[in-house]
């Protein structure tokens, strides 16, 4: 039998096309929960752009949505968001004081392609909450299933497919307990069979359920303030560590039974623990409101902890809205105190260069003092590069280095529609999947076009 050289060459050109098919499902990052797949703020995707166009990238889809602090997340060509979709009453935001409101927290499912919204499961829920523009957890989703948390902390387990209630939880009622005065923040971790939360009250502020059927596993815990941090899980020591940071202490839980491994004092002014702490090498580091930062030291034989240093007023970041990212013993984060983006060293808190441009998009002071300044910083492993998403609304590809900024590229994507300390912001974290990124903001989600070279 004949076998044409143009036969064969045809057929070869089919594996090729198969292969660089496969390869690039298999670069295809879904981003399911806090911080992406890995929960390290780390987007592994290749072929993506290094700059945008004169007139931005393309935006393939927008669809509306309501008011909502809330990230998206994406999970097998799905993206869910959630939102409040205010009946009556009016927002204001007042550091200090509650704004009650009627109306429905509600849990969307799109179509990544193409935006259509597959499924809203909705229920009623009245807000009495400082800042009440909605729900501020991302939804986790994991094995077919959409874990979400509302800002009154209404725990909800729905089948990722049709939206169906699997199971659900009202922590008010099951741990007798006012929400926090900004609302339930800390998103759900899910993490082998068991889903882990921020909740409050005696003896629960960390709580432990099936995640198949929302059986209580254990809860433990007690502080003033819950805080606003999500669950951890870290391995050191030899073991896994569940770290829980509430407004009192950073603790370390055996993940299986609750049981403290170890606790440091660490209090944040108003119970505001809210970044998530962050893990280099055998040293952890959080920070927050009041000049509050700390590096902890963990021990690599047994499940112990020590402070390594605490900042003084001047010395390393103080950390809100948005985790901050560490690279090479370097923290870059933002300020809560003054809104710039801060590098500084991990060894020892020494403040390396800040800039107002990653936050504010401004090059120089700003006449008056800003607070809660914030960028969610994303690394792009290929590249190297930082894709920031600003409360401007902006999204910026740049470099952080310890020795500065440099900005390469930046596009406008959304209109900030909440306001803080008399500005417009934007305080929705990104999403990046399929090559693209998608973003909310209480008027519009949208899916934008990202990959190098369409």
């Given at each position: 039998?004949?076998?044409?050289?143009?036969?064969?060459?045809?057929?070869?050109?089919?594996?090729?096309?198969?292969?660089l098919?496969?390869?690039?499902?298999?670069?295809?990052?879904?981003?399911p929960?806090?911080?992406?797949?890995?929960?390290?703020?780390?987007?592994?995707?290749?072929?993506?752009?290094?700059?945008f166009?004169?007139?931005?990238?393309?935006v393939?889809?927008?669809?509306?949505?309501?008011?909502?602090?809330?990230?998206?997340?994406?999970?097998?060509?799905?993206?869910?968001?959630?939102?409040?979709?205010?009946?009556?009453?009016?927002?204001?935001?007042?550091?200090?004081?509650?704004?009650?409101?009627?109306?429905?927290?509600?849990?969307?499912?799109?179509?990544l392609?193409?935006?259509?919204?597959?499924?809203?499961?909705?229920?009623?829920?009245?807000?009495?909450?400082?800042y009440?523009?909605?729900?501020?957890?991302?939804?986790t989703?994991?094995?077919?299933?959409?874990?979400?948390?509302?800002?009154?902390?209404?725990?909800?387990?729905?089948?990722?497919?049709?939206g169906?209630?699997?199971?659900?939880?009202?922590?008010?009622?099951?741990?007798?307990?006012?929400?926090?005065?900004?609302?339930?923040?800390?998103?759900?971790?899910?993490?082998?069979?068991?889903?882990?939360?921020?909740?409050?009250?005696?003896?629960?502020?960390?709580?432990?359920?099936?995640?198949?059927?929302?059986?209580?596993?254990?809860?433990?815990?007690t502080?003033?303030?819950?805080?606003?941090?999500?669950?951890?899980i870290?391995?050191?020591?030899?073991?896994?560590?569940?770290?829980?940071?509430?407004?009192?202490?950073?603790?370390?839980?055996n993940?299986?039974?609750?049981?403290?491994?170890?606790?440091?004092?660490?209090?944040?002014?108003?119970?505001?623990?809210?970044m998530?702490?962050?893990?280099?090498?055998?040293?952890?580091?959080?920070?927050?409101?009041?000049?509050?930062?700390?590096?902890?030291?963990?021990?690599?034989?047994?499940?112990?902890?020590?402070?390594?240093?605490?900042?003084?007023?001047?010395?390393?970041?103080?950390?809100?809205?948005?985790?901050p990212?560490?690279?090479?013993?370097?923290?870059?984060?933002?300020?809560?105190?003054?809104?710039?983006?801060?590098?500084?060293?991990?060894?020892?808190?020494?403040?390396?260069?800040h800039?107002?441009?990653?936050?504010?998009?401004?090059?120089?002071?700003?006449?008056?003092?800003?607070?809660?300044?914030?960028?969610?910083?994303?690394?792009?492993?290929?590249?190297?590069?930082?894709?920031?998403?600003?409360?401007?609304?902006?999204?910026?590809?740049?470099?952080?280095?310890?020795?500065?900024?440099?900005?390469?590229?930046?596009?406008?994507?959304?209109?900030?529609?909440?306001?803080?300390?008399?500005?417009?912001?934007?305080?929705?974290?990104?999403?990046?999947?399929?090559?693209?990124?998608?973003?909310?903001?209480?008027?519009?989600?949208?899916?934008?076009?990202?990959?190098?070279?369409?």
């Amino acid at each position: 039998m004949l076998i044409r050289p143009f036969a064969i060459m045809k057929f070869f050109l089919r594996i090729l096309s198969l292969a660089l098919l496969w390869s690039s499902i298999l670069h295809a990052d879904d981003w399911p929960h806090w911080l992406g797949p890995e929960r390290d703020a780390v987007w592994r995707e290749t072929g993506i752009v290094a700059d945008f166009p004169e007139d931005g990238p393309e935006v393939l889809w927008r669809v509306p949505v309501s008011y909502g602090y809330s990230s998206p997340a994406v999970a097998n060509g799905k993206v869910y968001v959630s939102d409040y979709e205010i009946e009556e009453g009016e927002i204001f935001n007042n550091p200090g004081s509650r704004a009650p409101l009627q109306g429905r927290e509600r849990v969307h499912c799109l179509d990544l392609a193409t935006g259509k919204v597959l499924w809203t499961h909705a229920y009623d829920r009245p807000y009495n909450l400082s800042y009440p523009g909605g729900p501020r957890s991302i939804p986790t989703i994991a094995d077919g299933k959409v874990y979400h948390l509302g800002a009154e902390g209404n725990l909800i387990c729905l089948d990722a497919e049709n939206g169906e209630v699997v199971w659900s939880k009202d922590f008010q009622k099951e741990f007798e307990m006012e929400s926090p005065i900004w609302g339930f923040a800390a998103h759900p971790l899910v993490h082998g069979d068991t889903v882990y939360c921020v909740a409050g009250g005696e003896g629960s502020v960390a709580v432990a359920f099936d995640k198949d059927t929302g059986e209580q596993k254990w809860s433990a815990l007690t502080a003033v303030e819950p805080g606003y941090c999500p669950p951890t899980i870290i391995e050191k020591g030899g073991v896994e560590q569940l770290i829980i940071w509430h407004g009192e202490a950073i603790n370390s839980l055996n993940p299986a039974d609750g049981s403290v491994y170890w606790s440091l004092p660490l209090k944040p002014n108003y119970g505001m623990a809210i970044m998530a702490p962050r893990l280099e090498g055998n040293k952890l580091f959080a920070s927050g409101i009041g000049k509050v930062a700390a590096v902890i030291e963990l021990s690599e034989s047994e499940p112990k902890a020590e402070i390594l240093w605490k900042a003084s007023p001047r010395d390393a970041v103080f950390c809100a809205n948005s985790t901050p990212f560490i690279q090479d013993g370097v923290v870059y984060g933002c300020s809560v105190d003054d809104s710039q983006m801060i590098a500084a060293s991990l060894e020892n808190g020494e403040r390396l260069w800040h800039s107002y441009k990653p936050t504010l998009n401004l090059d120089d002071k700003p006449d008056r003092r800003y607070k809660h300044g914030t960028a969610f910083i994303t690394k792009h492993e290929e590249s190297g590069k930082f894709y920031l998403f600003t409360e401007t609304g902006d999204i910026v590809i740049a470099d952080l280095t310890p020795e500065g900024y440099t900005e390469h590229a930046r596009a406008h994507l959304l209109e900030p529609t909440a306001e803080a300390f008399g500005r417009p912001v934007v305080w929705a974290a990104p999403a990046f999947a399929e090559k693209s990124v998608i973003v909310r903001n209480d008027k519009e989600i949208i899916r934008v076009n990202l990959a190098a070279g369409e």
